[in-house]
T-cell receptor
């Protein structure tokens, strides 16, 4: 049991729409990261939030945005959905300050997004 | 560039066979961490092991063992006497601290099918 929960589990949207995915991190964890996992590939880093601030971002366009709340839960928002956005979106939490600490990540089961 | 390569896309074995999953990495960092995660059909990434770059001691945990060799940039994972419940996708990952924050670089994964 990792304690990281994501909602919804599955979602179907059409191209051009907007979507919000939610994540509740493991109790006490102050860092949340989001990853995109396309079919047959490994997860790719989208961005990371630490104490409600974005402190790192991967190679994703600005239409991917996020929030972290005071209770450390998080949202991932994607605007102007494209077909290639179809993927499993994974949220991971850790108790970590930014830096070279190599903390392990605890992952949720993900949200499977299909864009038609 | 930071990179993780898992050359084996799929492996199929019969129960009780031993199986080794290969992982080769590239990094500019002198301090780094390596991870193995397991992804069952439920989608959640389950942490298996973490190794830091200064610890080349190999480890055995039950039916699992890991072989970390810095000289060849490899971090291989062996399951002894495989079981059907081991069927999953296995990911090797490398810590990346570029940009001043901590994220994981994943390989493409190896799908392991264990047949009765």
């Amino acid at each position: 049991e990792t304690g990281v929960t994501q909602s919804p589990t599955h979602l179907i949207k059409t191209r051009g729409q907007q979507v919000t995915l939610r994540c509740s991190s493991q109790s006490g964890h102050n860092t949340v990261s989001w990853y995109q996992q396309a079919l047959g590939q490994g997860p790719q880093f989208i961005f990371q939030y630490y104490r409600e601030e974005e402190n790192g971002r991967g190679n994703f366009p600005p239409r991917f945005s996020g929030l972290q709340f005071p209770n450390y839960s998080s949202e991932l928002n994607v605007n102007a959905l494209e077909l290639d956005d179809s993927a499993l979106y994974l949220c991971a939490s850790s108790l970590s300050a930014p830096g070279r600490d190599g903390k392990k990540l605890f992952f949720g089961s993900g949200t499977q997004l299909s864009v038609l | 560039a930071q990179k993780v390569t898992q050359a084996q896309t799929e492996i199929s074995v019969v129960e009780k066979e031993d199986v080794t999953l290969d992982c080769v990495y590239e990094t500019r960092d002198t301090t780094y961490y390596l991870f193995w995660y397991k992804q069952p059909p439920s989608g959640e990434l389950v942490f298996l092991i973490r190794r830091n770059s200064f610890d080349e001691q190999n480890e055995i945990s039950g039916r699992y063992s890991w072989n970390f060799q810095k000289s060849t940039s490899s971090f291989n994972f062996t399951i002894t006497a495989s079981q059907v419940v081991d069927s999953a996708v296995y990911f090797c990952a490398l810590s990346d601290f570029s940009g001043g924050y901590n994220k994981l670089i994943f390989g493409a994964g190896t799908r392991l099918a264990v047949h009765p």
